[in-house]
């Protein structure tokens, strides 16, 4: 069975603070993706990665995949308010999404 | 371009009974995808269904079926109710099946089930 881990389950920061949250596998991936989701909504693709060490940059936020396809990373640089959400990962290996449980972001004014 | 719609919105059922959700896919979009989202075990795939054919299926015993139609849209049936199908259910679209295609999610329908 391939399980995605996602650490760490909550996080609740200051606004302009920096974290990072990560995806791991035992399981190599052909792609993963990252979404955000808000509550009472459905998640919303943030980026996919394909290529083993690929980083990809959207705004304030970086994203990595690992060299061996088996884990990946979110960067946010200087939170804000409006950056809280769930943060969920997914591997797409047999064509089909495996999430990892995510992280719960609080980014405190 | 109206987005993925998903009726209902909320559902209560009892336990024992059965269940139809509907889910209207993005305008040209022919992939659907079903997901089941609850706090203990998080997202989780149900099936997916192209042109009309089930492409995948997840970890889900019978009493879980969907089917599409020509037009794309689904429908998720769920059958004998029991509480732990309590949970918010999630379809997505896409282009394609299969591969790093773009899903776009609706806003699910929260099923409790008492």
């Known amino acids: 069975t391939q399980l995605l881990e996602q650490s760490p389950q909550f996080l609740s920061i200051q606004e302009g603070e920096n974290l990072t949250v990560y995806c791991n596998s035992s399981?190599?991936?052909?792609?993963l993706q990252w979404y955000r989701q808000e509550p009472g909504e459905g998640p919303v693709l943030l980026v996919t990665?394909?290529?083993?060490?690929e980083v990809k940059k959207l705004k304030r936020l970086t994203f990595q995949f690992g060299d061996a396809r088996k884990d990946s990373s979110l960067h946010i640089t200087a939170a804000q308010p409006g950056d809280t959400g769930l943060y969920l990962c997914?591997?797409?290996?047999?064509?089909?999404?495996?999430f990892g449980q995510g992280t719960t972001l609080q980014v405190k004014p | 371009k109206a987005g993925v719609t998903q009726t209902p919105r909320y559902l209560i059922k009892t336990r024992g009974q059965q269940v139809t959700l509907s889910c209207s896919p993005i305008?040209?979009?022919?992939?659907v995808s079903w997901y089941q989202q609850t706090p203990g075990q998080g997202l989780q795939f149900l099936f997916e269904?192209?042109?009309?054919?089930?492409?995948n299926k997840g970890n889900f015993p019978g009493r879980f079926s969907g089917r599409q139609f020509s037009n794309s849209r689904s429908e998720m049936n769920v059958s004998t109710l029991e509480l732990g199908d309590s949970a918010l259910y999630l379809c997505?679209?896409?282009?394609?099946?299969?591969?790093?295609?773009?899903?776009?999610f609706g806003p699910g329908t929260r099923l409790t089930v008492t």
């Open positions: 997505a679209s896409s282009l394609a099946s299969g591969g790093p295609h773009e899903q776009y």
């Open positions: 399981s190599v991936f052909s792609s």
């Open positions: 990665v394909v290529t083993g060490g």
């Open positions: 997914a591997g797409d290996n047999t064509g089909k999404l495996i």
């Open positions: 305008s040209g979009h022919r992939s």
């Open positions: 269904y192209f042109s009309e054919t089930q492409r």
